[in-house]
């Protein structure tokens, strides 16, 4: 996101819908591509922001999701 540099930044983020997709990446094709996609929904549009990939540990399956930086619109 991007730097807040005011209390009107800060106001604007009151009024803003975030939603969090996460989708099966049909697009993977080797072993070290991401298993999911992950997108944002900002307001009224979608912007990607992220990757997930299956993951086992000793507490058992997970999905580890790595997050960028999405500019506020």
Avoid: T
Wanted: glycine residues 6%.
């Amino acid at each position: 996101m991007s730097e807040l540099k005011s209390a009107n930044d800060v106001e604007s983020l009151k009024n803003l819908v975030l939603n969090l997709n996460i989708f099966p990446n049909k697009y993977k094709k080797e072993e070290k591509h991401p298993d999911f996609k992950v997108s944002v929904k900002i307001n009224d549009s979608y912007e990607d922001c992220g990757a997930g990939w299956k993951k086992e540990g000793k507490n058992g399956k997970f999905i580890s999701i790595s997050l960028q930086r999405v500019p506020l619109q």
